[in-house]
């Protein structure tokens, strides 16, 4: 069955960066568009970077640009995402997931808390 394990977060101070690794298993990787979701307190899931199945294109929500780059490991079944320049309303919990075309698996990992204070 799909796994998704996410990893890296944690609290660091605005400005500092993070890079967060999803570990997946079950389904062929390699095909698929991969994703990034957040979720902060009190707010509805939101996609924040999308990576081709080669990982050769890949994009960016808006409010990360410039800030967060998403990459992939087609060998190892790993997603990750470098998050430079952190602001505060990054905090959220991160997830890894399939991305469109097919959208996310209904199988999903206990996220990466992200916390970005000072």
């Known amino acids: 069955q799909v796994q998704l394990v996410e990893s890296g977060g944690g609290l660091v101070q605005p400005g500092e960066s993070l890079r967060l690794s999803c570990i997946a298993s079950g389904f062929p990787f390699k095909i698929y568009h991969m994703s990034w979701y957040r979720q902060a307190p009190g707010k509805e899931r939101e996609l924040v970077a999308t990576v081709s199945p080669t990982g050769d294109t890949q994009n960016v929500t808006d409010s990360a640009k410039g800030r967060f780059t998403i990459s992939r490991d087609n060998v190892r079944d790993t997603l990750y995402l470098q998050m430079n320049s952190l602001k505060p309303e990054d905090t959220a919990v991160y997830y890894c997931?399939?991305?469109?075309?097919?959208?996310?698996?209904?199988?999903w990992g206990q996220g990466t808390q992200v916390t970005v204070s000072s």
């Open positions: 997931n399939r991305g469109r075309p097919g959208g996310p698996f209904n199988s």
